[in-house]
């Protein structure tokens, strides 16, 4: 049997009205987000099956031709970055980093660092990534050393790379703060900075 109506218009008994289905951007953009993490058919396909379940609801009017296409890769994130003397990996999936540093004293300019070692983590992308390493003069952002152009895979977005990247003969022209950074498909993912000095002279 059902109970009494409730006098109020708005009744506390009633399920909260799912913002999602009000808002386009919400319906299209935030759950992509979850679906990303779900295995199985490819994300494209999951995303074109919403649009139309979206269409087909009438929560979305405007022409599909207007609409941002997602991108074929994504841009991937940087969880950690280090300059160090050289580093080593293991099978199990650990890496030890040794003489990690930034900064570097040295009487005569330019200085020239026969080997160093980058080493970073990255995430949030999937397929073949094309990354190279950028050195620069901070104070006029002049170039100084620039790496060769390399592949990171990435399995799935899920998946942390992780990155180690040997420098040789980079030449540092005066002291001063220079710009290490790390450019994925053209953006700069992840920095950090060696800082050069000139040894304090002796009273």
Same mark, same amino acid.
């Given at each position: ?88 990996? =293991? #099978?199990?999936?650990? /890496?030890?980093?040794?003489? @990690? ?10 200085? &020239? ?64 703060? =220079? #710009?290490?950074?790390? /450019?994925?498909?053209?953006? @700069? ?10 040894? &304090?002279?002796?009273?």
């Amino acid at each position: 049997m059902n109970g009494p109506a409730c006098p109020q218009k708005t009744c506390c008994c009633r399920p909260p009205r799912r913002r999602s289905q009000s808002h386009p951007r919400g319906q299209l953009y935030q759950p992509f987000a979850l679906a990303s993490r779900q295995r199985g058919r490819p994300k494209t396909s999951r995303l074109a099956e919403r649009i139309a379940r979206c269409i087909l609801k009438g929560s979305i009017s405007h022409d599909l031709s207007r609409m941002p296409l997602m991108p074929a890769h994504f841009i991937p994130s940087a969880r950690a970055i280090f300059v160090c003397d050289f580093c080593v990996g =293991y #099978s199990n999936g650990t /890496v030890d980093l040794y003489g @990690v540093f930034n900064q570097i004293t040295t009487q005569e300019y330019p200085h &020239e660092r026969a080997r160093f070692c980058i080493y970073a983590q990255l995430s949030d992308s999937e397929g073949d990534v094309p990354f190279f390493v950028d050195v620069r003069y901070a104070a006029d952002d002049s170039p100084v050393f620039t790496t060769r152009p390399q592949i990171l895979r990435f399995h799935d977005r899920l998946t942390v790379a992780q990155l180690a990247l040997n420098v040789e003969n980079c030449r540092f022209p005066r002291p001063g703060v =220079y #710009s290490v950074e790390l /450019v994925c498909k053209n953006e @700069v993912v992840a920095e950090t900075r060696i800082f050069l000095f000139r040894p &304090e002279a002796d009273d």
